[in-house]
Structure formats: structure tokens, C-alpha cells
């Protein structure tokens, strides 16, 4: 009974945690996770080339996303994406190194879940599986950035003189 109700302390903390403050709310159909607000395409693909357009369209502020931790790798996964196949992100790969790898929105890259055998070095696109059936659910993929279209997930940071809710 013990263990019951720690649960259900946890699940409250952190359903307060991943609340945000009433002037910090998100754009309609965006979702709000630690502290930032994030969108997932749903059905809707585009090669990777036209992710940071398509969600500067979302909002003008908001950008391809980046990912820093299991939470967040795992919020994406199971919350936002999961019955899709595969959602770009935000991660690119240097075509003449490819050992070095950026996220488009200039933070570090300190945290990857790269699929075994991944990133193949003659893919510079990176891709997060969230097909429930895989083994590979919540693993990222390299994946050309030109040939195949994904679902893409965008993020911008929640602020009441920037959101507009579209």
C-alpha cells in the first residue's frame, strides 16, 4: 500500500512540475514538458531540409529540436509521437566530419540514443523511432536529409510577449 501512494505522489509532483505558469503558456496544439513548449507534425512529412522552416511557420521563435536527456527523449517518444514512425530532429552531422554533430538551435551535444549501429556516416539527418511495435522505440536513426520524409518535432521556449497562440 506503501508503494501505491509513493506512485501516486510521483505522478502528482510531476504532473505539477510539467505544468506551466499562467504566463507561461504554450502556442495552441503545442505541448509543455520542463520548461519548454513542444509540437510534433502528427501526419503531416517533409524531407529534413524543410523542418526549421516549417516550424519557424509554427512560430516565429520556434526551431527543430534538441534534445538533452532521457526525459525529454522519452516525453517525445511516448507522448507526443508514439503511433508515427519516425520524427526528424533538430541534429545535424558535419558531411566532412562526420564525428561531429550539432543541433541546429546551437546548444551542446551532450546527451544522444543513437540505435546500434548508428549514426552511419553517409546519413547526416538524424530521426527519433516512436513506432510502438519496434524494438528501437525512443532510439534515433541517421537517415538521408533530402530523400525521406518524416514527421518532425519543433520547440520554443514558453513566454508570454512571444507565444501567440496560432
Known amino acids: 500500500m506503501q508503494?501505491?501512494?509513493?506512485?501516486?505522489?510521483?505522478?502528482a509532483v510531476q504532473a505539477l512540475e510539467d505544468t506551466p505558469a499562467p504566463d507561461q503558456?504554450?502556442?495552441d496544439d503545442w505541448s509543455y514538458?520542463?520548461?519548454t513548449c513542444y509540437y510534433h507534425s502528427g501526419e503531416s512529412t517533409v524531407p529534413w531540409m524543410k523542418v526549421p522552416s516549417e516550424c519557424y511557420n509554427l512560430h516565429p521563435a520556434a526551431q527543430p529540436v534538441s534534445i538533452h536527456d532521457n526525459?525529454?527523449?522519452?516525453f517525445l517518444t511516448f507522448t507526443l509521437a508514439l503511433q508515427y514512425t519516425n520524427?526528424?530532429?533538430?541534429?545535424?552531422?558535419?558531411?566532412?566530419?562526420?564525428?561531429?554533430e550539432y543541433w541546429l538551435d546551437g546548444s551542446a551535444v551532450n546527451y544522444t540514443n543513437w540505435y546500434?549501429?548508428?549514426?552511419?556516416?553517409?546519413?547526416?539527418?538524424?530521426?527519433?523511432?516512436?513506432?510502438p511495435s519496434s524494438s528501437a522505440i525512443?532510439?534515433?536513426?541517421?537517415?538521408?536529409?533530402?530523400?525521406?520524409?518524416?514527421?518532425?518535432?519543433c520547440?520554443?521556449?514558453?513566454?508570454?510577449?512571444?507565444v501567440a497562440n496560432n
Open 71 to 74: 526525459e525529454t527523449n522519452h
Open 155 to 162: 520547440q520554443v521556449k514558453p513566454n508570454s510577449s512571444s
Open 3 to 11: 508503494l501505491v501512494k509513493l506512485m501516486l505522489l510521483f505522478v
Open 25 to 27: 503558456q504554450c502556442p
Open 33 to 35: 514538458f520542463q520548461g
Open 116 to 131: 546500434y549501429g548508428n549514426p552511419n556516416h553517409a546519413e547526416n539527418c538524424a530521426s527519433l523511432c516512436s513506432t
Open 87 to 100: 520524427g526528424w530532429l533538430g541534429l545535424l552531422r558535419d558531411q566532412k566530419h562526420p564525428d561531429d
Open 138 to 153: 525512443g532510439q534515433w536513426f541517421s537517415k538521408a536529409c533530402s530523400r525521406t520524409e518524416h514527421s518532425y518535432f
